[in-house]
């Protein structure tokens, strides 16, 4: 009995870090920088072109202060779970995004990529100050629930149906690692769709 009950609780943690490893916030952030250039853009290859640019300040270059982070043992680990590591952590995230959004407003990129830069960098404040005020919050949860509001007012509703299946299964992994609570989770997800819908009433005309 004991073995059944130990095999089942392994698999169960090995498909939450292969989960939480796939759905790591690089992911939606590097899609939506993609998505924005392509779209806002009437050559959707010089759009794409914008895209990998501002991904560079967006998700490259956080990626990689992260890593160094933990390389240099400043950071515990690659999700930062410990919540008085974040706020460093933030203030560096917010300083590259800015970078991007001082770089791609000087370039001339697209409006609709530098509106994707702006609710960022309004997005990266909100979670900072909410981790230091309240909780930490998920940002696993917040990066996915955005691109995928983002996708549903900008392509089509019908994407909103993957919150569905997305958004549980990467909430279950998180708390299943020990991670975040279900609370932290739940406020991830609720402030990514947030931030996104009330940024979507200043987003420039995509004609």
């Known amino acids: 009995m004991r073995t059944m009950n130990i095999l089942p609780n392994n698999y169960a943690q090995g498909a939450a870090r292969v989960i939480s490893a ?23 290859w010089h759009g794409l072109a914008w895209g990998a640019l501002v991904a560079l300040f967006c998700a490259v270059i956080p990626f990689a202060i992260v890593e160094v982070g933990v390389h240099r043992k400043l950071l515990s680990d690659r999700h930062v779970t410990r919540r008085e590591e974040r706020r460093g ?8 995004v800015l970078c991007g959004l001082v770089t791609a407003l000087v370039a001339g990129a697209p409006a609709l990529l530098l509106w994707a830069l702006v609710t ?23 990066c996915l629930t955005a691109l995928i509001v983002f996708v549903g007012l900008l392509i089509s509703p019908w994407w909103l149906v993957a919150l569905a299946a997305l958004v549980p299964l990467v909430a279950w992994s998180r708390h299943r690692l020990g991670h975040h609570s279900w609370r932290e989770v739940v406020l991830g997800a609720a402030l990514g769709a947030m931030v996104t819908l009330v940024s979507w009433a200043f987003v420039p005309s995509l004609q």
């Open 22 to 44: 796939i759905f790591t916030p690089v992911l939606p952030v590097l899609l939506i920088c993609l998505l924005s250039g392509v779209y806002g853009h009437p050559d959707p």
């Open 89 to 96: 952590v933030y203030a560096m995230l917010i300083a590259s």
């Open 120 to 142: 960022m960098v309004a997005g990266l404040s909100v979670c900072a100050l909410v981790t230091i005020v309240l909780m930490k919050v998920s940002v696993h949860l917040f």
